[in-house]
Structure formats: structure tokens, C-alpha cells
């Protein structure tokens, strides 16, 4: 039985080649268990990423992507689509295609300065061109330090546009005791900011 997405606008993830790639997997498993459509986009610098900090070798064709991170994820038929790097008749690729919030995590700082300036090179910069115009929610996730002032100008170029920069710096205050509690931190701000309710980090206060 096919997903039925037609209720819930999907949720663009575009994964790029910075450090950072068990945020990007706990971000997909938590958009799937609350039964989000995903479209996905990979880089070719993440999954080189990806076969450095996880277990999960990513195959090189949509295709093949999209089956391996339906079966990883358990996720419903249909649920999780994977658009290549140059899919230009994606939805994603255009201000007529289905609405809905992109997020970048992790996102080089190739990427957001290619963003920044709208290069539109590739489908993941084309869809956060199409993000930015279109005045829908876009949320970059940064892993770099220390920031170079071109990391912080474009940043700022971003940021006045409307773009929320959510560098991947987690915070202590909930006392960690593992990894996965830092990286669960860092997801629950960016489901906070889909707008998708999630229960692995209480609400300040609660």
C-alpha cells in the first residue's frame, strides 16, 4: 500500500559533504516515524561523508538510494523519494512544485556559500533558491569551526533573507551521557523548527 502523503507537505532534506552525518540519519528516522514524506538529496562529498562516520554505504544512483534508505528506515512505499543532482523535473526544482519546509544537515560551507550567491548548480542549490523566492521555511545546519568572515557574511546574507542558520553546536545543559544525546539535541531544535512535534528533547521549562 502507497504512502498517503497527500495530508502533510514533504519535508526536503538535502544532506552535503560537511561532518555531520549521524544528524542527518537520526533527522530522516525521526521525520519517518512521524510519518513525514521525505524528498531527499545527497551529495557526492556526503556520501564519501557518510561511508567515513557511519556503517550506511549509500548506492550511487536514486534509484538504488531510495529502495536502501526505505528498507534502513522501515519506511512506508512511497514515503522517502531520492532526486539526483541534476533531477531538474523535481518537485523541488521549481515554485510550482509541491510546498514545504527544506532543511540542509549538514551543510558544507560550499554549499551555503553557493546558496548564498543562488549558483543553482546543482538540485540542492536549486531547491533552496526556489525556498528562498518562494519565502518558504529553509534551515541550514553548518558544521564548521572556527568561521572564516566569508562563512559569517554569507551567513548574514542568509539570515536577512529569512533563512534560519542553525549551526550544528549542541548544547550541555540536558547532561549528556552519549553521543546520541548531542545529536538528538541538535535534531529536536531542527523538528522544532519543521514544525514536527518530537519527544526525544523536552521543551525548555518542561
Not at 533527522?27 to 538529496?41: E, G, H, S
Not at 553557493?114 to 540542492?124: D, E, F, R, V
Request: aromatic content about 8%.
Amino acid at each position: 500500500m502507497a504512502f498517503e502523503y497527500e495530508q502533510f507537505a514533504p519535508i526536503t532534506v538535502a544532506i552535503t559533504g560537511a561532518s555531520g552525518a549521524p544528524y542527518a540519519l537520526r533527522l530522516l528516522q525521526c521525520l519517518i516515524d512521524a510519518k513525514r514524506p521525505v524528498y531527499v538529496m545527497v551529495s557526492k562529498a556526503a556520501q564519501v561523508v557518510f561511508a567515513t562516520e557511519t556503517t550506511l554505504k549509500l548506492p550511487g544512483t536514486p534509484e538504488k538510494m531510495q529502495a536502501h534508505l526505505s528498507a534502513h528506515f522501515h519506511a512506508e512505499e512511497g514515503q522517502i523519494k531520492v532526486f539526483g543532482r541534476e533531477q531538474w523535473f523535481a518537485p523541488v526544482a521549481s515554485g510550482s512544485g509541491r510546498k514545504g519546509p527544506m532543511i540542509v544537515c549538514p551543510c558544507s560551507t560550499g554549499t551555503l556559500s553557493a546558496i548564498a550567491m543562488g549558483a543553482s548548480n546543482n538540485l540542492i542549490e536549486r531547491a533552496a533558491d526556489v525556498a528562498i523566492k518562494e519565502k518558504r521555511p529553509l534551515i541550514l545546519v553548518p558544521r564548521e569551526t572556527p568561521f572564516s568572515p566569508i562563512h559569517l557574511e554569507n551567513m548574514l546574507k542568509l539570515a536577512n533573507m529569512g533563512v534560519t542558520i542553525m549551526p550544528a553546536s549542541p548544547g550541555f545543559y540536558h547532561e549528556p551521557k552519549s553521543i546520541e544525546d548531542l545529536v538528538d539535541f541538535m535534531v529536536a531544535r531542527m523538528l522544532n523548527h519543521l514544525g514536527i512535534e518530537q519527544k526525544i528533547m523536552p521543551l525548555w521549562g518542561e
